[in-house]
């Protein structure tokens, strides 16, 4: 057997958490790259367009289907913009599916409430792509942040793994077959990405006393 249909058939093997936790190694940080002018102060947000690009392809390489499903919806009028235009508030909830695209009736299921407001018939549009980014994110725990220094300089000035240092971490985890949850909860983080500085050292003579076993 050559090694591409190896390959494939050892990816129609996996169940969908095991093609979540695949896309999962390669994606951990988008940056929020737009600014929100609401009125009443700025602030600047992840785009669904940034996350789905961050995604799309492991999605595809790892037969990852995303679809959302409506569950309920109401519509209500929250006033008129300045000029008298009516302004409508969507409100809606969703069952977002992560489905195996060999086994459609293998997939997880992350329920989701959004709402969006607009002068026009964009608001259901809003919702379902606001109720779709956010469920990615915390899927797949992504982390957010303003600028690069955002992830090394964490709440109270404690310096991060760098990314290089990610990098190696992620290599040594793939090469040595570790457990990756396990692994993060014996460093007591939720992601890696969050492993102060300090404890690089330790993480890697973790991974790699696990390697010469």
Known sequence: MSAQPQKVAELKA??????????????WYVRKEKEVDTGRGKYKATTHDAVTALVRNHLIEHGVLIIPRLRESAV?????????????RYEAK????????DKPDDRITVPMEAHANDTGDKAPGKAVSYATKYAILKL????????????????????????EQL???EALITEVNADR?????????????????KSYSMAVKLLEAKRRK
Do not use: M, W
């Open 14 to 27: 996996h169940n969908i958490y095991q093609r979540i936790n695949e896309v999962r190694k390669k994606v």
């Open 76 to 88: 209500l009028n929250i006033g008129e913009t300045k000029n008298g235009t009516p302004v409508i």
């Open 94 to 101: 969703f069952d977002i599916d992560f489905t195996n695209c």
């Open 140 to 163: 797949f725990n992504i982390e957010t942040g303003e600028d690069e220094e955002s992830r090394v300089e964490p709440y109270g000035g404690i310096p991060k793994v760098s990314e």
């Open 167 to 169: 990098a190696n971490l």
């Open 181 to 197: 949850d396990k692994f993060l909860e014996y460093l007591k983080v939720e992601s890696l990405s969050e492993l102060p500085e």
